[in-house]
């Protein structure tokens, strides 16, 4: 079956970085989208970035741009962190085509993974 795995969260200072991973398994056939989402304690979850695996496409939330970068094999370096950031990150992947105003749509992100919590705090 599907599987993804994410790995690299952790404890950080605000100003520091992280970087994330995503190991995934048992697709067959292609797969179009990658993506990240994060969910704080007591929100939504929300999008992070985004790609197409053809390297098309790379899409980011506001709140990231200029501080986080997801790179083609979907890990995710993150840069001068804040405790805003602080959040279970999960990766997730969609397998077939979709208009890029989608990109940042969890409900269109058919696998999901466990997550891995990240902190950011002094």
């Known amino acids: 079956q599907v599987q993804l795995v994410e790995t690299g969260g952790g404890l950080v200072q605000p100003g520091g970085s992280l970087r994330l991973s995503c190991a995934t398994s048992?697709?067959?056939?292609?797969?179009?989208?990658m993506g990240w989402f994060r969910q704080a304690p007591g929100k939504e979850r929300e999008f992070v970035a985004s790609?197409?695996?053809s390297g098309t496409g790379t899409y980011y939330a506001d709140s990231v741009k200029g501080r986080f970068t997801v790179s083609r094999n979907l890990d995710l370096q993150m840069d001068n962190l804040r405790p805003d950031d602080t959040a279970v990150y999960y990766c997730?992947?969609?397998?077939?085509?979709?208009?890029?105003?989608?990109?940042?749509?969890?409900?269109?992100?058919?696998?999901w993974g466990q997550g891995t919590q990240v902190t950011v705090s002094s």
């Open positions: 997730a992947a969609r397998k077939l085509w979709m208009p890029s105003q989608s990109m940042g749509d969890k409900s269109k992100f058919d696998y």
């Open positions: 790609l197409t695996t």
């Open positions: 048992g697709f067959t056939g292609s797969v179009y989208a």
